[in-house]
């Protein structure tokens, strides 16, 4: 993309780096969380972490609506995938 100048400047798709950081140090979070406890708790405790920081990051560019604080959006982001993440890797181990 160009601006007027002939800059270029980076897309719109690069706002969400933190989505590949996180899908990337999700797994790697759970793996070490699995020495001291279980895998779905593991896994639900290392998408919460991964995702809260997430919804911190891009919630920073695109505030949430309603006038919700953006750590607060953030908190029940990393809940809800935390959530989501623990109870599918309990139903369906990889381990």
């Known amino acids: 993309m160009t601006v007027d100048l002939g800059v270029s400047r980076k897309g719109s798709a690069w706002v969400f780096w933190p989505a ?4 990337l140090v999700g797994p790697l979070l759970a793996s070490l969380l699995m020495r ?4 779905h708790f593991a896994s639900g405790i290392a998408g919460f972490v ?3 920081f997430f919804g911190l990051i891009v919630g920073r560019r695109y505030p949430p609506r309603y006038r919700v604080p953006v750590w607060l959006a953030a908190l029940l982001l ?3 995938a935390g959530l ?8 369906f181990p990889w381990k």
């Open 20 to 23: 590949l950081v996180a899908g």
């Open 36 to 39: 001291w406890m279980a895998l």
């Open 50 to 52: 991964t995702w809260f």
């Open 78 to 80: 990393g809940l809800a």
């Open 84 to 91: 989501a993440i623990g109870v599918l890797t309990y139903y």
